[in-house]
C-alpha cells in the first residue's frame, strides 16, 4: 500500500499544494516590493544594482553554453531541411511551419533548457537554506526585506536572459534556413537579407509572441523553484515546521519543481 499512497501525496502536492503554495509566495513578493522601492531611494540602490547586474550575468553565462549548442543544432537542424525543400514546397513552410518554429516551438526548447539548469540550481540553494531569507520569518519586515532582496533579481536575470536567448535562437534559425545549412553561405548571408525575409513574410510578431513567451516561462521557473525551494528549505532547516520535514522532502521539491515548471511552460507556449 505504500506505494499507491505516495503517489496519492505526490498527486496532492503537485494539483493542490503546490500551487497554492506559489500563490502565497507572489502574494509575498507582491508585498516585499515596496522594499525594493525603498533599497532604490536608499544608500542602498547601488548594492540593489550590482546584486541585478550579478543576476544577470550569473542567469546569461549559467545557460550560455547549452544555449550555443541548441543554437548549432538550430542552424543545422533548419539548414538541412532547407535544402532539401524544393520549390513547391518551400512557400508553404515558411507560411505554416516557420511561424510556429519561432512562437511556440522555440520557447518550449529554451525553458526545458533553462529549467533544467535555473530551476535545478534555485532549489539545491534554497533546500540548503543559503541565503539571509531564512534568517528571518517569512511574513516579518526583514523578512519580506530578504525576500526581494533574494528573489527579484533572479527575476530580472532570468527574463532578460531568456530574451536574449530567444532572440539567438530565431536569429540562428533564419541564418541557417536561408543559407540552407552551408557553412560558407551561412557567413556570407547578410543582415538586410534576414530583415527583408521577416518583412516579406511577416514574422515579426511570431518573434515578439515568442520572446514574450520565453520572458513568461522564465518568470515562472524562478516563482516556482523558489517558492517549492523556500518551502523546503525551512521545512528542514527547523524542527518546529508544519508539516514536519521528511527526508524525502528533498526530492521531492527539486522533482515536483522541474515539473511544474516544464508543465507551466507547455501551457505558455500553446497559449493563443
Given amino acids: 500500500m505504500k506505494l499507491p499512497a505516495k503517489l496519492l501525496e505526490r498527486a496532492d502536492r503537485i494539483w493542490l499544494q503546490n500551487p497554492w503554495t506559489i500563490v502565497e509566495f507572489v502574494g509575498q513578493l507582491i508585498r516585499a516590493f515596496p522594499h525594493t522601492l525603498s533599497d532604490i531611494g536608499s544608500a542602498r540602490w547601488k548594492t540593489t544594482l550590482m546584486e541585478l547586474g550579478r543576476s544577470l550575468i550569473r542567469s546569461f553565462v549559467r545557460s550560455l553554453v547549452p544555449v550555443v549548442g541548441l543554437v548549432a543544432v538550430t542552424v543545422w537542424g533548419i539548414g538541412e531541411i532547407s535544402r532539401v525543400l524544393g520549390p513547391l514546397t518551400r512557400p508553404m513552410f515558411q507560411q505554416s511551419v516557420l511561424p510556429l518554429l519561432l512562437e511556440t ?26 541565503g539571509q531569507w531564512s534568517k528571518h520569518p517569512p511574513e516579518s519586515s526583514q523578512g519580506l526585506a530578504e ?46 537579407a534576414v530583415w527583408g525575409f ?29 517558492a517549492l525551494g523556500m518551502r523546503g528549505g525551512r521545512r528542514v532547516a527547523s524542527p518546529q515546521a508544519t508539516p514536519p520535514a521528511d527526508p524525502d522532502d528533498r526530492y521531492d521539491a527539486a522533482w515536483e519543481s522541474s515539473v511544474m515548471s516544464l508543465l507551466c511552460s507547455f501551457i505558455i507556449a500553446f497559449l493563443p
Fill in 105 to 130: 516551438i522555440l520557447p518550449i526548447v529554451l525553458a526545458t533548457v533553462i529549467s533544467a539548469r535555473q530551476g535545478a540550481t534555485l532549489v539545491a540553494k534554497y533546500l540548503a537554506g543559503v
Fill in 147 to 192: 525576500l526581494q532582496r533574494e528573489v527579484m533579481p533572479r527575476i530580472v536575470g532570468g527574463v532578460t536572459s531568456s530574451i536574449l536567448f530567444h532572440l539567438l535562437l530565431c536569429w540562428g534559425l533564419l541564418f541557417g534556413y536561408l543559407s540552407q545549412g552551408n557553412v560558407a553561405e551561412f557567413s556570407a548571408v547578410p543582415l538586410h
Fill in 198 to 226: 521577416l518583412d516579406q513574410h511577416g514574422l515579426w510578431p511570431s518573434i515578439y509572441l515568442g520572446a514574450a513567451r520565453s520572458a513568461a516561462s522564465a518568470l515562472m521557473i524562478v516563482l516556482i523553484a523558489s
